[in-house]
């Protein structure tokens, strides 16, 4: 038996265990992007309501002053970036975190221009590493992020922004669009921009006045925005390592039908040898 | 009787939807007591249980953090967290006022005291929906 022959065996078998173990992460992802995606919809009651609230607030009172709704002269800049605490999800992080680099590079000059709010370990480590400002941070999210997980995060930068530790917010993740694609964007999210649609379906009365309303509504607006970006994050999340893996299967199949190929070339080769060997032997002896 | 259409929605979901004859809750004025044909109202909610009748049935919910949107047939209410009395979990709501009571007893600063303040209130208005 050629030597060659047992190697090649091993490079098959250690394949064919990656294999059943990407096809598992695959079908996995791809159940938790359904529910990602579930949960995706039915957040999107409570967003669209308080927009509408807010707007006919904004629509039924002209000269609201609120300082999320004003636009100051810009000297420093938050970004909240949105990544996963794990890996194998394609270009999934590195997509989101060049951006973000991208971003900084291009409008900043030194590290005091800008802060950052991480959620997801990769985001975090990478920023770490570079020693980039991080205000606050949030890892181990788990698959489907309840509200009050990343309430703290968000509404620490929501209040920031209105204390002045920073005249804008940019929220940067990775937008769902369908399973294979997810496009890494970015969004200002602070000041926030003239909410239109200013629909009045009722004129209401407000109480204690439409400026309190305002007052507790608009924050509550910001972090519902950050929250449906975290969820939009997770189900890219899915998407983007069901993809990857399906494409890692689909690689090791490939690989694993070319070892194959080899090995039974070898098999053949050695059996071919082998009766060569036996009946020169033969024939030397007659 | 007239009827109105009540809805409570989170963040995560639509928590209650059913037809009612009266709502009452507390909003940050006061006690408010609404009935069908009510006029168009905005208001926040304070962290208060949230009455709802309809036909002779009582329901109660926890809500916290939330404010009501009053229309002519149609009431929704907003809240960050929101509970059904069978969906809480006692255990935790008890765990959870005795933590915050452990840190108003030890004077911190007034950002965590008020944290505390608002965690005790959660856990108490958890308890008191659940124990209705």
Same mark, same amino acid.
């Given at each position: 038996? *050629?030597?060659?022959?047992?190697?090649?065996?091993?490079?098959?078998?250690?394949?064919?265990?990656?294999?059943?173990?990407?096809?598992?992460?695959?079908?996995?992802?791809?159940?938790?992007?359904?529910?990602?995606?579930?949960?995706?919809?039915?957040?999107?009651?409570?967003?669209?309501?308080?927009?509408?609230?807010?707007?006919?607030?904004? !629509?039924?009172?002209?000269?609201?002053?609120?300082?999320?709704?004003?636009?100051?002269?810009?000297?420093?800049?938050?970004?909240?970036?949105?990544?996963?605490?794990?890996?194998?999800?394609?270009?999934?992080?590195?997509?989101?975190?060049?951006?973000?680099?991208?971003?900084?590079? @291009?409008?900043?000059?030194?590290?005091?221009?800008?802060?950052?709010?991480?959620?997801?370990?990769?985001?975090?480590?990478?920023?770490?590493?570079?020693?980039?400002?991080?205000? @606050?941070?949030?890892?181990?999210?788990?698959?489907?992020?309840?509200?009050?997980?990343?309430?703290?995060? !968000?509404? !620490?930068?929501?209040?920031?922004?209105?204390?002045?530790?920073?005249? @804008?917010?940019?929220?940067?993740?990775?937008?769902?669009?369908?399973?294979?694609?997810?496009?890494?964007?970015?969004?200002?999210?602070?000041?926030?921009?003239?909410?239109?649609?200013?629909?009045?379906?009722?004129?209401?009365?407000?109480?204690?006045?439409?400026?309190?309303?305002?007052?507790?509504?608009?924050?509550?607006?910001?972090?519902?925005?950050?929250?449906?970006?975290?969820?939009?994050?997770?189900?890219?999340?899915?998407? *983007?390592?069901?993809?990857?893996?399906?494409?890692?299967?689909?690689?090791?199949?490939?690989?694993?039908?070319?070892?194959?190929?080899?090995?039974?070339?070898?098999?053949?080769?050695?059996?071919?040898?082998?009766?060569?060997?036996?009946?020169?032997?033969?024939?030397?002896?007659? | 009787?007239? #009827?109105?259409?009540?809805?409570?929605?989170?963040?995560?979901?639509?928590?209650?939807?059913? #037809?009612?004859?009266?709502?009452?809750? #507390? =909003?940050?004025?006061?006690?408010?007591?609404?009935?069908?044909?009510?006029?168009?109202?905005?208001?926040?909610?304070?962290?208060?249980?949230? #009455?709802?009748?309809?036909?002779?049935?009582?329901?109660?919910?926890? %809500?916290? =953090?939330?404010?009501?949107?009053?229309?002519?047939?149609?009431? %929704?209410?907003?809240?960050?967290?929101?509970?059904?009395?069978?969906?809480?979990?006692?255990?935790?709501?008890?765990?959870?006022?005795? &933590?915050?009571?452990?840190?108003? =007893?030890? &004077?911190?600063?007034?950002?965590?005291?008020?944290?505390?303040?608002?965690?005790?209130?959660?856990?108490?208005?958890?308890?008191?929906?659940?124990?209705?």
């Amino acid at each position: 038996m *050629a030597k060659g022959m047992r190697d090649i065996k091993r490079e098959i078998k250690s394949k064919q265990n990656m294999k059943q173990i990407t096809k598992a992460m695959e079908m996995v992802a791809a159940s938790k992007l359904r529910r990602a995606q579930e949960a995706a919809t039915q957040s999107r009651p409570y967003a669209d309501k308080l927009k509408e609230v807010v707007a006919s607030i904004a !629509a039924g009172t002209k000269d609201v002053k609120h300082p999320m709704l004003e636009s100051r002269p810009i000297k420093k800049t938050g970004y909240l970036v949105i990544t996963s605490d794990r890996g194998l999800a394609g270009g999934y992080n590195a997509n989101v975190l060049r951006k973000v680099t991208q971003t900084i590079k @291009e409008k900043h000059k030194s590290a005091d221009e800008y802060a950052l709010f991480v959620i997801g370990r990769k985001g975090r480590d990478y920023f770490k590493r570079r020693n980039m400002p991080i205000i @606050e941070e949030v890892i181990g999210l788990s698959d489907s992020p309840q509200f009050a997980d990343i309430k703290s995060v !968000a509404s !620490a930068a929501v209040k920031m922004f209105s204390e002045g530790a920073y005249d @804008e917010l940019y929220l940067v993740y990775n937008k769902f669009v369908n399973a294979i694609t997810q496009i890494p964007s970015e969004i200002r999210l602070l000041p926030l921009e003239e909410i239109s649609g200013g629909t009045s379906v009722a004129s209401y009365e407000y109480e204690p006045s439409p400026e309190g309303v305002l007052e507790v509504l608009l924050p509550k607006y910001a972090e519902t925005l950050i929250y449906s970006a975290v969820l939009d994050g997770k189900a890219s999340e899915f998407g *983007a390592r069901m993809t990857a893996m399906g494409s890692a299967t689909k690689n090791a199949t490939k690989m694993i039908n070319q070892l194959t190929l080899t090995y039974n070339r070898a098999r053949q080769a050695a059996i071919t040898q082998e009766i060569t060997e036996i009946v020169a032997g033969a024939n030397a002896q007659s | 009787m007239s #009827t109105f259409q009540v809805e409570i929605v989170t963040p995560e979901r639509k928590v209650y939807e059913e #037809t009612a004859n009266m709502v009452s809750v #507390t =909003g940050v004025e006061g006690e408010l007591g609404i009935l069908p044909n009510h006029i168009p109202l905005v208001t926040p909610l304070r962290i208060a249980p949230v #009455t709802i009748k309809r036909n002779g049935q009582v329901d109660v919910v926890a %809500v916290n =953090g939330g404010f009501i949107e009053v229309r002519k047939d149609k009431v %929704v209410i907003l809240a960050e967290s929101a509970e059904l009395a069978r969906d809480i979990n006692v255990d935790r709501a008890e765990a959870a006022k005795q &933590r915050a009571q452990q840190r108003l =007893g030890a &004077r911190q600063d007034e950002v965590d005291f008020r944290r505390a303040e608002l965690a005790l209130q959660r856990a108490m208005n958890r308890l008191n929906v659940s124990k209705r």
